[in-house]
């Protein structure tokens, strides 16, 4: 255990919870028993998944928007089952990605205003899995990548400019319980349920290292320690005590190091900000939130402190780097949700101590900014490029916005039910079994969606212009109104 103290910067790092009218109260969080954060944030929107009498659905909040939030809010409510999990685009502060138990995975749209009414109709419906689909990831470089797993065993890399689905990757033998890119996005990490951790490459699906994981079957995570080649998993050993273990992402055979950590069940969420190489672990259910510093050498990482608070947490949502608060040093922001009746998302900010409120360089280096440095065909061509970075200098302002290039399909999935290849004639056959009329039933369900589907294409497509022509218009003529009202005309 590296419990020897040394000179650090971040040693005196504290959290500060925001006051109660900072917070945003009346919310109904889901109860879903999903390993999921629940919760995803940018500079603009705050997305909560929420409790729904049927189907599914999330909340969108503006970040100015707190106190009690109206029970009538108006709410994401296009999926059929229940929501698992959402990702905000990390180049575009109005577009998310959801997944749910209904198979899908869905693009939407929110307008900077946010939401007057309820929200069904997405940007872009994607069907490719033929079980619930538990997690969403976007390239972290490429523009318009997605990757998706869900209870199939696969994970799906979408070109969400076309919408179809460009690799399949097919190596996993259980559920995976997570999955996450390097900096540049060139290599992909998952965990799971089979204990095994896999590096891959994401535009083949071939696997180029494995090795054995956690010796626990709870659920375990995964992420890349920033630009060091190194893997970070936690996860449950064999006593079912909770621990998290670093590893080269080139020997997978053993682990660099590892930290037993306690005995509670909940899964661990890591979080890590390699501007500063501090490595944050809060477990679902606790009430406290660790923290590392990550080092190059041996013993690889030291304690730092602990945030410690008498409410357990939900889930957790983090705020990306551009959206923070330099005048307050605050170099990290976890937007937490608490469990039981209470229905609050508190921001909790991570602060380094400083006298001055001047801009501090040495905690604030350039970061990854709203940018991509690849496009969708650039990507799946081969190249590789690291992030676009910016300055976090003076205060946010949300200047790029990419315009959405999507050109929506004709929504025939290129997979049915996962029976890949399945001929149409397979439909005229009568079904013998109870396996037969169920796989039935699926494909003509699944027909179904698709006709729908179709028929709201065009008008999507309308939508997502005129919601563009909108926000030019706010942009380029704010005051002149008789322009924009000549315009519409």
């Not at 204990?195 to 535009?203: A, F, G, L, S």
């Not at 003076?394 to 959405?404: A, E, I, R, V």
Request: glycine share 6%.
């Amino acid at each position: 255990m590296s419990w020897k103290l040394r000179s650090s910067k971040f040693r005196h790092v504290y959290g500060s919870p925001a006051r109660r009218e900072r917070c945003y109260e009346g919310l109904r969080i889901s109860r879903s028993a999903h390993e999921g954060e629940f919760c995803a944030v940018n500079p603009k929107f705050l997305a909560v998944v929420t409790d729904a009498a049927c189907g599914g659905c999330f909340t969108v909040i503006r970040l100015d928007e707190t106190g009690k939030i109206d029970p009538m809010i108006p709410k994401v409510i296009g999926h059929q089952g229940a929501v698992l999990d959402v990702k905000w685009n990390p180049f575009n502060d109005n577009v998310i990605a959801s997944c749910s138990e209904d198979t899908s995975v869905r693009i939407w749209y929110i307008p900077d205003d946010g939401l007057e009414d309820n929200l069904s109709e997405p940007l872009m419906s994607l069907y490719g899995h033929h079980r619930r689909v538990t997690n969403v990831l976007w390239h972290p470089t490429a523009e318009n990548i997605l990757l998706s797993s869900a209870y199939d065993h696969k994970i799906l890399v979408w070109n969400v400019n076309t919408g179809q689905a460009v690799t399949i990757i097919t190596c996993h033998t259980d559920t995976i319980y997570s999955m996450a890119f390097n900096t540049d996005g060139s290599v992909l990490a998952t965990t799971c349920k089979d204990r095994r951790i896999r590096v891959i490459d994401p535009r083949t699906g071939s696997v180029t290292r494995e090795g054995q994981g956690h010796t626990g079957l709870k659920a375990s995570k995964v992420l890349f320690l920033g630009t060091s080649k190194r893997l970070l998993t936690t996860g449950f050993n064999k006593l079912s005590k909770r621990e998290f273990r670093i590893w080269e992402m080139d020997d997978l055979s053993r682990p660099l190091a590892h930290e037993d950590l306690d005995s509670a069940s909940g899964a661990m969420f890591p979080f890590y900000d390699n501007d500063t190489h501090i490595l944050f672990i809060a477990g679902k259910g606790d009430g406290n939130i660790r923290y590392y510093e990550i080092v190059t050498e041996k013993p690889y990482f030291y304690d730092l402190a602990e945030f410690k608070s008498s409410f357990p947490q939900r889930g957790l949502g983090f705020m990306p780097k551009r959206g923070l608060n330099t005048k307050r040093c605050e170099i990290f922001r976890f937007y937490k949700l608490h469990s039981g009746a209470r229905g609050l998302c508190e921001p909790v900010s991570m602060i380094v101590p400083r006298r001055s409120d001047q801009f501090q360089e040495d905690i604030y280096p350039d970061t990854p900014g709203c940018r991509p440095s690849l496009s969708a065909k650039e990507w799946l061509g081969g190249y590789n490029r690291p992030p676009v970075l910016m300055s976090l200098r003076g205060h946010y302002n949300p200047s790029y916005t990419p315009k959405l290039h999507l050109n929506v399909p004709i929504t025939k999935p290129m997979f049915t039910n996962g029976h890949d290849g399945m001929d149409a004639t397979d439909n005229l056959r009568s079904p013998k079994t109870e396996n037969e009329l169920r796989s039935m039933v699926f494909r003509q369900e699944e027909e179904i969606r698709n006709l729908r589907e179709e028929l709201k294409s065009r008008d999507v497509r309308i939508r997502q212009l005129e919601l563009e022509l909108q926000n030019y218009k706010k942009r380029e003529y704010p005051d002149n109104r008789d322009r924009e009202e000549s315009m519409e005309i």
